[in-house]
């Protein structure tokens, strides 16, 4: 018996590779560098010599990139840092972009 589920189930099956979106952490006058570092390597995951360099090119460029995630991560990432900010009283941002 063929059934019309079996169709639709085969239908709506994604091929391919998921979207990717990159977030970013931007810069501020009031975020501490220490907080910022402290968000990449525990968040990102990041050692501490990288998360120096790309907080130091936050401050310089006004805004770099922390990690590249398919849609539901780079929510949670960009969640995450929201809630960490809030909690220790910084006006730090994080945004993510399509890649
Ligand atoms: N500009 C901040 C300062 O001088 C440091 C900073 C870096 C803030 C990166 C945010 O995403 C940021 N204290």
Redesign the pocket.
């Known amino acids: 018996m063929s059934t019309s589920i079996e169709f639709q189930l085969k239908d709506k099956t994604k091929v391919g590779y998921p979207k990717k979106y990159k977030v970013y952490?931007?810069?501020?006058?009031?975020?501490?560098?220490d907080?910022?570092v402290s968000?990449l390597t525990t968040i990102f995951h990041k050692s501490y010599e990288d998360a120096e360099k790309?907080?130091?090119e936050?401050?310089k460029q006004d805004?770099?990139l922390c990690g590249v995630y398919v849609h539901e991560i780079a929510e949670t990432k960009v969640m995450q840092v929201l809630k960490r900010a809030k909690e220790d009283g910084?006006p730090?941002?994080a945004i993510m972009e399509e890649e």
């Open positions: 952490l931007l810069n501020d006058d009031y975020t501490s560098m907080f910022v968000i790309v907080m130091l936050i401050h805004k770099g910084f730090l941002r």
